[in-house]
């Protein structure tokens, strides 16, 4: 096992150098051309960055929720967490569809709050005692109401670009990405392990 975990580390960063060194506008840090370094600062770097904190979000959420169910087929996806997610970021493009005005971070809150608000109703599902097996099973029923919502969304869609921004949101791209979002993804995805952290200590000591 950890001669694996040592494989994927190496191949990770030889994916990311490598990710940085080819594309459009020259290789970049090899002293072929300006142009191809600036692509590669403003426009590679922040996307292989992104790309890895958004895999170790994922890959940490998943693993918390493995560890809590004793489930290794959980997911924050199959719980509801995600899809409660899309539909949040969904709407909020939906409503500036609809000529509502929305500052630049509404999307990020309307996720977020959506997540959020999954959350607190599975603990209300799971009750004080927070059964797993009724975590799952709420989890379960939310994510297939959340991804039915979602569709009616964007079927409901006033124009085809929102259509389009509606998908690729869902979807996910790394496309078009700045240093602006992997600060963003960088401090929500550090919150994650501070968060568990601080839980599984709270549990501890009320044991």
Same mark, same amino acid.
């Given at each position: ?24 506008? &020259? ?12 692509? #590669? ?15 170790? &979000?994922?890959? &940490?959420? /998943? ?32 409503? #500036? ?8 971070? &509404? ?22 005692? +927070? @059964? ?16 039915? +919502? ?8 006033? @124009? ?5 921004? #509606?998908? @690729?949101?869902?979807?996910? #791209? ?17 919150? /994650?392990?501070? @968060? ?12």
């Amino acid at each position: 096992m950890k001669r694996l975990n040592l494989f994927l580390c190496v191949a990770l960063l030889a994916g990311f150098a490598l990710s940085l060194l080819t594309g459009a506008g &020259g290789g970049g840090f090899m002293g072929q051309a300006v142009g191809g370094d600036l692509a #590669a600062l403003q426009l590679r770097l922040p996307r292989g960055i992104l790309a890895m904190a958004v895999g170790a &979000g994922l890959g &940490g959420g /998943g693993a918390a929720m493995q560890t809590y169910l004793r489930n290794p087929l959980a997911g924050p996806g199959l719980c509801g967490i995600g899809p409660g997610a899309a539909l949040g970021a969904v709407f909020s493009l939906w409503l #500036a569809g609809c000529g509502l005005v929305l500052p630049r971070w &509404g999307l990020l809150v309307f996720a977020l709050g959506c997540a959020g608000g999954v959350m607190g109703l599975l603990a209300m599902i799971a009750g004080r005692g +927070l @059964s797993v097996a009724l975590f799952s099973l709420g989890g379960m029923m939310i994510a297939a109401l959340a991804g039915a +919502l979602v569709s009616l969304v964007i079927s409901l869609s006033p @124009s085809a670009f929102d259509v389009s921004e #509606a998908i @690729s949101w869902t979807t996910g #791209a790394l496309t078009d990405r700045s240093w602006a979002d992997v600060g963003i993804v960088l401090l929500l995805t550090g919150l /994650g392990p501070v @968060s568990y952290t601080h839980l599984r200590a709270h549990e501890t000591s009320a044991h």
